[in-house]
């Protein structure tokens, strides 16, 4: 049973640029969250997907952007990189536990703003 | 707002003896309370988790206690080994429509001392 995949595993970009990252939710699984996660800090919610729709949304400006598509895979895009958004990015697909979601991590994709 | 303080940030015991990381919740609507370690590289792994309505639960060496009336969990390791040595978040969840709202704390490194 695959877990959450991310693509790539590390990255680096220049300032202004702009990034995708990708993630595979857990099989069975059809919630996508995507966090940042800055140096020593914990995860911070970007936004959830759900049926090809965000969902919810954390407090990060509209630079950040997604997308689900129809087998619950989803996209991260990052735009006009700043040197504030170098942080590891991971991917959350949630599995559904009564009136809960267990919320089950990728291993990251790091990004480095130069 | 909603908000997850945890603590120690960090904490150092001796190989065998027990870990105590304590957290507190602000949004009594939470119903759900998991901990994830996190090791150097790699995404949080989720080690335990409790629901709102069990005061608590164990797993081998790892246990969870939960008081709602003062909106406390903490996360209790025995015996502990070197391969404990990680960075610990608790987080805090509740549902709305369907959709999942995690806040997490600001982590704990544990170090485990041979």
């Known amino acids: 049973d695959a877990g959450v995949t991310q693509s790539p595993t590390h990255l680096i970009k220049t300032r202004g640029q702009q990034v995708t990252l990708r993630c595979s939710p857990k099989s069975g699984h059809d919630t996508v969250s995507w966090y940042q996660q800055a140096l020593g800090q914990g995860p911070q919610f970007i936004f959830q997907?759900?049926?090809?729709?965000?969902?919810q949304r954390g407090n990060f400006p509209d630079r950040f952007s997604g997308h689900q598509f129809p087998n619950y895979s989803s996209e991260l895009n990052v735009n006009a990189l700043l040197l504030g958004d170098s942080a590891l990015y991971l991917c959350?697909?949630?599995?559904?536990?009564?009136?809960?979601?267990?919320?089950?991590f990728g291993e990251g994709s790091r990004l480095t703003v130069l | 707002g909603e908000n997850v303080e945890q603590h120690p940030s960090t904490l150092s015991v001796q190989e065998g003896d027990s870990a105590v990381i304590k957290c507190t919740y602000s949004?009594?609507?939470?119903?759900?309370f998991p901990w994830y370690k996190q090791e150097l590289g790699k995404g949080p792994q989720l080690i335990i988790d409790?629901?709102?309505?069990?005061g608590e639960k164990k797993d081998q060496r790892i246990a969870v206690t939960l008081n709602k009336t003062a909106k406390h969990f903490s996360l209790h390791i025995t015996e502990t080994q070197p391969e404990d040595s990680a960075v610990y978040f608790c987080?805090?969840?509740?549902?709305?429509?369907?959709?999942?709202?995690?806040?997490f704390g600001t982590g704990t490194r544990l170090k485990v001392l041979a």
């Open positions: 997907y759900y049926e090809e729709e965000e969902r």
């Open positions: 959350a697909s949630i599995g559904l536990a009564g009136d809960t979601g267990e919320l089950f």
């Open positions: 949004d009594s609507a939470s119903n759900y």
């Open positions: 987080a805090a969840s509740k549902s709305t429509s369907g959709t999942y709202k995690y806040i």
């Open positions: 409790i629901r709102s309505n069990v």
